[in-house]
């Protein structure tokens, strides 16, 4: 069965820093891993697709690696803005799942003015 | 330009009253979903549609049922609603393993 773990639960950064959240999934044999953002009261906004024979995928001020052999992937947002508070979420596709998404818990991140 | 549409946005249904949810989509996916997503967790998916194959999580609820009569539409039926069935809907779509994209949900209330 597939775990998919974000630590931190929560993040608190001053405006301007750069910041990495983090994603852990016990399965490795992973189609892709997908990072999302959410906005309180409101659905997912996809962020970032990775397959899992990249490395990194780059979106604006967002860069996404992934390392499927030690079942990690974490999300880096350089220069952190108030916009980007959001709940932060990453799912994974299993090889096995079809088309089906195993998704963590995410991360509230905070930015303060 | 809306790509996955979701109404109502907000569903006020009494305890035991039967409740239609629609998704609808410009995308022209083959692959639907419906999750549900309790505060603060993470969405929990109830099923998928490949095309009209009808995929039921193990763990979905009798009370929940679905219908795609189309490649644009699908509809969530909760059957006779809970007070444990209040929760935001999501409607999501992908080409089978690719990107999926979300609508804007539906925030169901059961008094």
């Known amino acids: 069965k597939q775990e998919v773990t974000q630590i931190p639960a929560a993040l608190s950064v001053p405006e301007g820093e750069n910041l990495v959240l983090n994603c852990s999934f016990t399965?490795?044999?992973?189609?892709?891993l997908q990072w999302f953002r959410q906005d309180p009261g409101k659905g997912l906004t996809s962020l970032l697709l990775?397959?899992?024979?990249?490395r990194e995928q780059t979106s604006g001020r967002l860069n996404a690696s992934l390392d499927k052999s030690s079942g990690r992937s974490t999300l880096y947002i350089a220069a952190s803005q108030p916009g980007d508070s959001a709940t932060y979420l990453c799912?994974?596709?299993?090889?096995?799942?079809?088309?089906?998404?195993?998704f963590g818990e995410g991360t509230q991140l905070t930015v303060n003015p | 330009d809306a790509m996955v549409i979701q109404n109502p946005r907000y569903q006020v249904t009494q305890f035991g009253k039967p409740v239609t949810l629609s998704c609808s989509q410009t995308l022209n996916h083959n692959v639907m979903y419906w999750y549900q997503q309790k505060s603060s967790q993470a969405p929990k998916l109830l099923f998928h549609?490949?095309?009209?194959?009808?995929?039921n999580e193990a763990d979905t609820p009798d009370n929940f049922q679905s219908r795609r009569p189309n490649t644009s539409f699908c509809f969530l039926d909760i059957r006779s609603p809970g007070l444990g069935d209040a929760a935001m809907y999501l409607c999501a779509t992908s080409r089978i393993t690719d990107t999926q994209y979300f609508g804007p949900g539906t925030r169901l209330t059961v008094l």
């Open positions: 399965d490795s044999a992973i189609y892709n």
């Open positions: 799912a994974v596709r299993r090889v096995t799942s079809g088309s089906r998404l195993t």
């Open positions: 990775i397959q899992s024979s990249q």
């Open positions: 549609y490949y095309d009209k194959d009808f995929n």
